[in-house]
C-alpha cells in the first residue's frame, strides 16, 4: 500500500521530483528524461510509464530557465519517434509469436483482431490518434508492425504523431506552467492533463459497450 502511494505522490508531483533530478543530475536530466519518453512509447511492457504529464512538466522548468526549450525538443522529439520505429519492429517480428496463446489475459488473437479493427477504421492516422492516447500510444505501433503496415508510411504518420505530441504537451508546459495558479495546483492539473487524455479511450469504452456488451471493449 505505500508503494502504490509513493507511486501515486510521484506521478501528482512531478515538479517536486524532477526539480531534485535537474539538481542532482544537472546535465543527465536530459537523458533520463529521453529515455522515459523512449520505453514509454517503445516498449509494450511499460505503459504506465509518465508521457504527457512529463512533458508538461518539463516544459514548465524550461520556461525558468532550468532546462533548454531546444534541447527538450529535439532530445524528446527523437525518443519519442524511435520509441516507435522500435515498438513497430518489436511487433514485425515477435508480434505473431506473442499471440499464440488463445486464452492469455494479456496477449491473445482476440485483443489482436479488436486492434486491428481499430486501424480498419481509423487507417495509418491511427499513429497520430494515440499518440495522445496513454497506454494506446504504446500498442498501436506495435499492433502496426504486426499488421504489416508499410514501413514509410508508418515513418510519415509517426514522425507528425511524435513532433504533434511532443510540441503540445512540452510546450503547454513552457507557456502555461509557471502561470501561479498552474504552479499552485500543479498536481490538480496533472490529473485534469490525465483525465483529458484518457477521454478518447473512455469514450470509445463506453461507445463499443452500447453497441455491444459482450464485446472486449478495448484493444
Excluded at 506495435?142 to 514522425?159: D, H, S
Aim: proline share 4%; with cysteine.
Amino acid at each position: 500500500m505505500e508503494l502504490f502511494s509513493n507511486i501515486v505522490d510521484f506521478f501528482l508531483h512531478f515538479d517536486r521530483y524532477l526539480g531534485a533530478i535537474i539538481q542532482s543530475y544537472g546535465a543527465l536530466t536530459y537523458a533520463i528524461i529521453s529515455l522515459v519518453i523512449f520505453c514509454e512509447t517503445g516498449l509494450v511492457v511499460t505503459p504506465f510509464l509518465p508521457g504527457d504529464s512529463l512533458l508538461f512538466a518539463a516544459g514548465t522548468f524550461s520556461a525558468s530557465g532550468a532546462l533548454n526549450i531546444k534541447w527538450l525538443f529535439t532530445l524528446l522529439g527523437l525518443a519519442a519517434i524511435l520509441g516507435n520505429i522500435i515498438n513497430y519492429h518489436i511487433g514485425r517480428f515477435m508480434g505473431p509469436k506473442v499471440f499464440y496463446k488463445e486464452n492469455s489475459r494479456i496477449f491473445n488473437k482476440h485483443y489482436l483482431k479488436d486492434a486491428q479493427k481499430f486501424y480498419e477504421k481509423y487507417g495509418a492516422k491511427t499513429i497520430i490518434i494515440t499518440r495522445f492516447m496513454p497506454f494506446v500510444r504504446t500498442f498501436a505501433p506495435f499492433v502496426a508492425g504486426i499488421g504489416k503496415m508499410t514501413y514509410w508510411k508508418f515513418m510519415l504518420y509517426n514522425i507528425i504523431g511524435g513532433i504533434s505530441w511532443i510540441s503540445f504537451f512540452l510546450l503547454g508546459g513552457y507557456y502555461f506552467g509557471n502561470m501561479l495558479l498552474v504552479k499552485k495546483n500543479f498536481s490538480l492539473v496533472v490529473l485534469a492533463i490525465i483525465a483529458i487524455s484518457l477521454l478518447p479511450l473512455l469514450l470509445e469504452f463506453f461507445k463499443r459497450r452500447r453497441e455491444n456488451p459482450r464485446a472486449n471493449p478495448l484493444p
